[in-house]
């Protein structure tokens, strides 16, 4: 199977073969864990991202466009995760730190940054790292701590190989004394046999439904919601924390904070869950709609699937603000909207008809096909009836 190709490899996973997506990950799992260690400068979160980088990948995997590419847009991916995980570090860091003070000793666990601040070498080491820029450290990391060759690397990172010798150059130079301690250090520490079984066994249980678009949180995003999870509707000091973590920059916290809001069942929680109604990611605003379809509607069906019932609030200003949501950019948004604004078909609002005959005409046949289901008429898309 090593004979293969990347676009074999990523044809046989399509077709329903996750062992072939597990080839992919032993012969890329050195590149990406390079990626990650020089954007994060942290060898156990550059090994989450990576773990992250690649289950990503295999949900993601339909929607790569050239197969043969598959190198590059891994690496596009694993660079992104990275910068999320870093643009969320500190900020992360301080929530658990509030939870764990309003948990007590006892329920805090050991982070990443503990573990490693008990061991002075890799401490030491991350911070030489972290006088370099992200790309040297990047070339440097690759080079170094996975063994690649100039050719290896400039193909991953689409760069020429005198931009690699630059970055290569400027990063020795800044770790004259610290570079052989960083080598051994780097390599220590990098994918091993365990970590490369854990993805497999992870991909063979999203593999018995083939690649999706679902998404498995990765280690450090689920420390912190163990953590700040016993806080759900514990008062003022939880409350605190669901609104930073709706105001985080990442979506992934954002999407969660919308459940936690809503499930406060109080008018606070219900206006910051309004507002992230217009959040800047198509995934917390599709969470919203849904929590606040439940929220506004007692007999909304999405309530049945959430085990969530209470009075209905305003309707009126509810509607509205489900109806503006009927033409966001999102399709899926969208399609949210329409089985929420469904719930209300039977109300007499002259608006809902008429704004689920305009969801007839919309661009993607999901929406109108959900459209068609509620007003039970045939679909424009596929000429279902019901």
């Known amino acids: ?10 044809g046989a996973a399509l077709a329903g073969k996750p062992e072939c997506f597990c080839e992919l990950v032993r012969r890329y799992q050195e590149y990406v864990y390079g990626v990650t260690l020089g954007i994060l400068a942290d060898f156990d979160l550059a090994l989450d991202a990576a773990q992250e980088a690649f289950l990503c990948a295999y949900c993601e995997l339909p929607k790569l466009r050239e197969s043969a590419r598959f190198g590059a847009w891994l690496c596009g991916i694993a660079r992104n995760t990275a910068f999320e995980i870093r643009r ?13 003070e309003s948990a007590g000793a006892s329920a805090a666990a050991p982070s990443a940054q503990q573990v490693a601040a008990a061991n002075e070498q890799r401490e030491s080491v991350r911070q030489a790292l972290l006088r370099l820029q992200d790309a040297d450290r990047e070339a440097l990391m690759l080079h170094y701590a996975d063994g690649l060759s100039y050719s290896q690397i400039c193909s991953f990172l689409s760069i020429s190989s005198g931009t690699l010798k630059g970055r290569l150059q400027r990063g020795r130079a800044a770790l004259r004394k610290e570079l052989a301690m960083v080598e051994r250090n780097c390599r220590e520490n990098a994918p091993d046999e365990a970590f490369t079984r854990r993805l497999e066994q992870a991909i063979r249980v ?19 919601r163990d953590q700040t999870n016993w806080i759900l509707q514990a008062g003022e000091e939880g409350f605190r924390i669901d609104v930073a973590l709706s105001h985080s920059g990442s979506a992934r916290q954002r999407y969660h904070a919308v459940t936690r809001l809503a499930l406060r069942k109080d008018d606070r929680g219900f206006k910051q869950l309004e507002r992230l109604l217009e959040d800047r990611a198509a995934r917390v605003r599709r969470q919203a709609v849904g929590w606040y379809a439940a929220r506004i509607h007692p007999d909304n069906p999405s309530q049945d699937v959430r085990g969530f019932r209470e009075p209905a609030r305003t309707s009126v200003k509810g509607l509205e603000k489900l109806l503006e949501r009927l033409s966001d950019e999102n399709f899926n948004v969208r399609r949210a909207a329409v089985a929420a604004v469904g719930a209300y078909v039977d109300s007499g609002d002259p608006r809902v008809p008429q704004a689920l005959r305009g969801a007839l005409d919309d661009s993607k046949h999901k929406v109108r096909h959900a459209a068609a289901a509620i007003l039970r008429v045939p679909c424009p898309g596929c000429g279902r009836t019901w």
């Open 1 to 10: 199977m090593s004979e293969q190709t990347d676009a074999s490899l990523v």
């Open 88 to 100: 969320d570090r500190r900020q992360q860091e301080c929530l658990a730190g509030k939870a764990a």
């Open 206 to 224: 999203f593999g018995a439904k083939g690649p999706a678009t679902h998404h498995l949180p990765s280690a450090w995003h689920r420390s912190l």
